[in-house]
Structures are given as structure tokens and as C-alpha cells.
């Protein structure tokens, strides 16, 4: 049976977003099968991790680029030892600040940008993709790729994603999940306070975090072959561990 590596998208993002990293993932592992998935389509924010739970294939490793992973966290910790290790990419404990955990956007911001998105959603989903490429090497690019891939979701599917950001707090299931974690972060993060990693590391001195200093949130597009090899070093440690 082939290897498999499952990654959830993140939040008003297509799978597709992924696919330089699941090529960088092919060139060097070709016998690893990297499933690439989306997050639901539901207005009801607290029926996206059941659907996850039917949907994902339980025998591999798990993982998720921002909001994918903060979901991806809380299925490995419902899994248990059926998830074979979580990977997270860009993926904050908690993306909305609060206390206990202030390394996150701020409160006020996040709530303005989810207000505009209510409102109309066109210019808020066009100005996510600038801050998902914003610090990159070559921004303008980044954020033209994203816009291309963007999906077309429903106003309640996307305010849905937001009341998962503002409210998923993935200190318990970091916690409580027993196999092996990497947590993978980006120095220019304009969503995700580059700061999180240190933090994470603070509080769970048992996993691993490595920050690529020179990269934005659209890390997956940016460096696909860093990342892919990170990974699979991790992949192979937590074989042998």
C-alpha cells in the first residue's frame, strides 16, 4: 500500500493553491500518494469536521495549510494513533487573538474583514489574496495565482470558514494528539504573526517548528521545494522515531 499524505486547503483557497507542493512532493518521494482536499462547502461551521472525518482517508499522515490545518489538528486529535502524524503549514494555534494566545491577528482586524466579507464580498477576498502573498518574493505573482484558483463559494460558506478562524482554539488537540507534529511557519506572514512559532515551541516543547524567515503565508506557492523536503524528513523521523 502506497504512502499517503492527505493536505486540507486553506480558507477561501482551492486545492489547487497546493499543487506545487504536492509536484515538489512527487519529484522526490514518487511513491508517496498526496491527496489534496478542500474544505467543505457548509454554512454550518460546526458540521465541517464531521464531514472531514467521513470524507478523509484515515490511513496516513494529515495535514493542512492555515485554516486546513487548524481543522486537520482537531481531526488528528479525534483519530489518535490512526493518524500517523499532522502537519501544519502557516497554521496558527489560534488565529484570532485572545487571552493565553495573543501571537494571532488581532481581534478588531479580524472582525472588520469578516464585517466587509458580510457585506460584499469581492474586495475583501481580493485583498486576502494580497495579504496571503504580501512579504513574498514576488508578491504581485503570488496573489495573481491565488486569484486565478480562488473558488467560488457562497456568502455562508465563507462567513462560516471565518466563525472556524475566529473561534478554533487547537491548544487541546495539539495537546492530546500522541504522534509526532510539525509546524511550519513563514517569517513575513502577514496573517499569521511569525512570532506563533516561537510561542507554539514554548508551550510544546516536544514538537517540531521550523520558520522560513524569507516567506509569506503563501508559503506552499512560494517554496514548494523547501517545504517539500522539510516534510519529508519529518515524514521519514516520524517512520523510524
Not at 482586524?109 to 495579504?131: G, I, N, S
Not at 513574498?136 to 457562497?154: E, F, N, V, W, Y
Not at 512559532?197 to 510544546?204: E, F, P
Not at 514548494?224 to 522515531?241: Q, S, Y
Request: net charge negative; aromatic share 6%.
Amino acid at each position: 500500500m502506497a504512502e499517503r499524505l492527505t493536505l486540507l486547503t486553506g480558507w477561501a483557497t482551492s486545492p489547487a493553491a497546493l499543487e506545487p507542493l504536492r509536484a515538489a512532493l512527487h519529484a522526490r518521494a514518487p511513491y508517496l500518494e498526496v491527496r489534496l482536499e478542500p474544505l467543505p462547502a457548509l454554512a454550518r461551521p460546526g458540521d465541517w469536521l464531521e464531514a472531514l472525518d467521513a470524507r478523509l482517508p484515515r490511513d496516513g499522515w494529515l495535514g493542512g495549510w492555515s485554516l486546513g490545518g487548524m481543522l486537520a489538528a482537531q481531526l488528528a486529535a479525534r483519530r489518535g494513533a490512526a493518524c500517523r502524524g499532522l502537519i501544519g503549514l502557516c497554521s496558527n494555534v489560534c488565529f484570532r487573538a485572545r487571552a493565553g494566545w495573543p501571537q494571532a491577528m488581532p481581534a478588531d482586524v479580524f472582525d472588520a474583514f469578516r464585517q466587509a466579507c458580510r457585506l460584499d464580498a469581492e474586495q475583501p477576498l481580493k485583498r486576502f489574496t494580497l495579504l496571503v502573498a504580501q512579504g513574498g518574493g514576488d508578491a504581485r505573482s503570488l496573489a495573481r495565482q491565488l486569484q486565478l484558483t480562488q473558488p467560488i463559494l457562497a456568502p455562508a460558506v465563507l462567513d462560516a470558514g471565518l466563525q472556524l478562524l475566529a473561534e478554533l482554539d487547537g491548544r487541546a488537540a495539539l495537546e492530546t494528539y500522541p504522534g509526532p507534529q510539525l509546524h511550519l511557519f513563514a517569517g513575513r506572514d502577514a496573517l499569521v504573526p511569525a512570532a506563533a512559532a516561537q510561542a507554539l515551541l514554548d508551550w510544546l516543547p516536544d514538537v517540531e517548528v521550523q520558520c522560513f524567515a524569507a516567506a509569506s503565508h503563501g508559503l506552499p506557492l512560494e517554496q514548494p521545494e523547501e517545504l517539500a523536503g522539510a516534510i519529508l524528513a519529518f515524514m521519514r523521523e516520524g517512520d523510524h522515531g
